[in-house]
């Protein structure tokens, strides 16, 4: 019957002899087009498709929540798959009738949640049924049949809590989800099985600003057309909570302005995790271009960097957050301050 059947559905088909990447970029433009508000993407590559990374960051700018198989290449090496490992997508594993992970099923830090993925009934083309009895239905197995199961269950809570920002909702159904295995994340089920009537009562964590902000591309307005707005102009006090996930949303940028022969404080008190603090120059092109500050303690102390305009002229700053490297946890959350000394 499947998890939703009154949702209202779109195809957008893609080759099926030769899926390439322009052609996945080319179908996610055409889901963001078609105001979709769910994606779901059974199909995956062992390559990066920097073009279908684009694609679908703009996706999530527009508000949509993008779905992934996890990939059935356990057995083949367990390459990490794209889309799924991508920031900002929803990854989906497989797991079977006695709650265990799927032995095909793909294993990794990027894997949010699991749904059912072994003997899924599903509809084929009539020629194609090959189960003994041509009636267009078959069992079949992969993390394919997994991943629409979450697609519907994003969508039903994006409809019945209309009041929570698209990140909130993507939260609430993986936080959600059932714990497998062993006690909390784990890597071949994520947080667990999928469970809609707990995503539907989950209270989520707060909404995460401006994203995607996962690099200055995304900030500047290269990618996207128009800058995003700067979040401190040289006055005042601005604070706010965000997260960030190595995997999901791997760091947050954030555009500041600084006055001439004036200096700006950035201080990010962990709320959990470990988080890094960075500053950069306004001509910085990526997070891997030259840093001018960085603060990385350990524990629970506040980070702190100063950024100083020796010049004439007002001067475009960027406050990064990530996680550290070798933290107990892949994400952090932190609530940032953006003040004047």
Not at 59 to 68: E, H, L
Not at 156 to 162: D, K, L, Q, T
Not at 210 to 233: C, H, I, K, Q, Y
Not at 243 to 253: I, K, N, Q, T
Request: hydrophobic share 40%; net charge positive.
């Amino acid at each position: 019957m499947g998890v939703w059947p009154g949702a209202r559905a779109l195809n957008i088909p893609l080759p099926s002899n030769a899926l390439t990447c322009s052609a996945s970029a080319k179908g996610v433009g055409q889901a963001i087009a078609s105001g979709a508000a769910v994606i779901n993407m059974s199909y995956g590559s062992a390559s990066l498709c920097r073009a279908e990374y684009n694609a679908l960051q703009r996706a999530v700018s527009r508000g949509i929540i993008p779905v992934a198989a996890a990939g059935n290449e356990f057995a083949s090496g367990n390459p990490p798959e794209f889309p799924a490992s991508l920031p900002h997508v929803l990854t989906v594993a497989a797991i079977n009738a006695s709650l265990s992970a799927s032995s095909f099923s793909n294993a990794n830090s990027a894997v949010d949640l699991s749904a059912p993925g072994e003997n899924i009934m599903t509809a084929v083309p009539v020629g194609l049924d090959e189960d003994g009895n041509p009636d267009g239905y078959m069992a079949l197995d992969g993390t394919s049949f997994s991943a629409p199961m979450v697609a519907a269950a994003v969508a039903w809570v994006r409809a019945a809590r209309p009041d929570l920002q698209p990140d909130q909702v993507a939260q609430a159904v993986r936080l959600s989800a059932r714990d497998l295995g062993k006690k909390g994340f784990d890597v071949q089920t994520g947080f667990g099985l999928l469970d809609v009537g707990a995503a539907l009562m989950r209270e989520p964590p707060p909404a995460d600003p401006l994203e995607p902000n996962d690099d200055m591309t995304f900030v500047n307005g290269r990618s996207f057309g128009t800058p995003s707005p700067v979040v401190f102009a040289g006055s005042g006090r601005t604070r706010f909570l965000a997260l960030v996930d190595a995997y999901e949303d791997p760091v947050d940028v954030y555009r500041v302005k600084v006055r001439p022969h004036k200096r700006l404080l950035a201080i990010a008190k962990p709320a959990f995790g470990n988080p890094v603090l960075l500053g950069y120059r306004g001509n910085a092109r990526s997070v891997n271009s030259q840093r001018v500050a960085i603060s990385r303690h350990s524990g629970g102390h506040a980070e702190r960097i100063t950024l100083r305009n020796r010049g004439r002229r007002v001067k475009t700053f960027y406050v990064v957050l990530g996680v550290q490297r070798g933290a107990k946890t892949l994400d952090a959350g932190y609530a940032l301050t953006l003040r004047r000394p």
